[in-house]
């Protein structure tokens, strides 16, 4: 077993920002499950977008925007990125890193350091799109996450019914949620179930 504590922890570079952007993306972009209930990704190309650049701002703020002719495949990166994050939170690298490999064969990567401190490497340049850029920005970041050990830090939620990835930053690496409503949905869940066992008794 390996401990979450001796592995690089991420620290707030660009890189770590980038799988942060991209455990977002995937959340909010990727059909599945979430908080209970299947989750579809709006299906408005202008709402998407807008929460894409929205949530990608977060994390890199001169990034080149989205824009609605690519949403189409804006979701499918998400979907891949999703089923990459589902992959590492199983700690299934076989199945992952061919999956990243992939995702990086398709778009050339312009390897640079930031003009300005803070000096940070940087996996795309403003001439590509936003998919692009983010697609090869995003797996280059996790691939260096892969190479470091740091994917122990991301996570699936254990609540039923709810397939979001979070990133658990907390000290013991124990944090099972996405949220805290999956959180009391589970001990909704399991107060319910005792007191069936209970009642059958
Ligand atoms: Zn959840």
Partial sequence: MVLKGM?????????????????????????GFSNGVRYAPPDDPDEAVAIANELCD??????????PTEVERLAVLATRLHGVFLDLA?????????????????????LHLSSEPPWSLHYQDHAVTAV?????????ALASWISSGATQYISRCQAERCDRVFFDDTRSGTRRFCTPRCQNRD???????????AQSR
Avoid at 132 to 140: R, S, T
Avoid at 187 to 197: G, N
């Fill in 90 to 110: 199983r700690r299934d690298l076989p199945t992952a890193v061919p999956k990243i490999n992939e995702l990086l064969s398709e778009y050339p990567a312009r």
């Fill in 58 to 67: 977060r994390f890199y703020q001169k990034q080149v925007q989205f824009v």
């Fill in 187 to 197: 001990k909704v869940r399991a107060y319910r179930l005792r007191q069936a066992i």
């Fill in 132 to 140: 692009e850029g983010w697609q090869i920005g995003c797996c280059a």
């Fill in 7 to 31: 592995m690089t922890r991420p620290s707030g570079s660009h890189r770590d920002h980038l799988v942060m952007a991209a455990i977002a993306l995937s959340n909010q972009l990727a059909p």
